[in-house]
């Protein structure tokens, strides 16, 4: 697994952005994907989690309601669209495939892609 992440950059508060992180080596497709963040200071977290097929999500509370995970098989890319930005969501952003279909609070993303920098402002 080899994961690309992009689609970053510098926003105004209420704005969108569309994030995108694809499997160049196109082996990701019976693994979950995770997209996750840290922002300065402050230790990474998850933002967004999906299953193998599309068919779970799992987002963390600051997102509900205004980010999207979803995954396209056919482009072996999964998206995660943040709408209605803050400038806490100012951070880097990380995608990684999970060893297991499903996301888990046992943890289990080996596979990790570079980041890319969402900066937020008002």
């Known amino acids: 697994v080899q994961l690309q992440a992009s689609g970053g950059g510098s926003v105004q508060t209420g704005d969108s952005l569309r994030l995108s992180c694809k499997d160049s080596?196109?082996?990701?497709?019976?693994?979950?994907v995770g997209w996750f963040r840290q922002a300065p200071e402050k230790e990474r977290e998850i933002v967004a989690a999906i299953s193998w097929n599309g068919g779970s999500t799992y987002y963390t509370d600051s997102v509900k309601g205004r980010f999207t995970i979803s995954r396209d098989a056919s482009k072996n890319t999964v998206y995660l669209q943040m709408n209605s930005l803050k400038s806490e969501d100012t951070a880097v952003y990380y995608c990684a495939a999970n060893i297991r279909p499903y996301h888990g609070s046992s943890g289990g993303y080996k596979y990790w892609g570079q980041g890319t920098l969402v900066t937020v402002s008002s």
């Open positions: 080596r196109r082996t990701f497709s019976n693994n979950a």
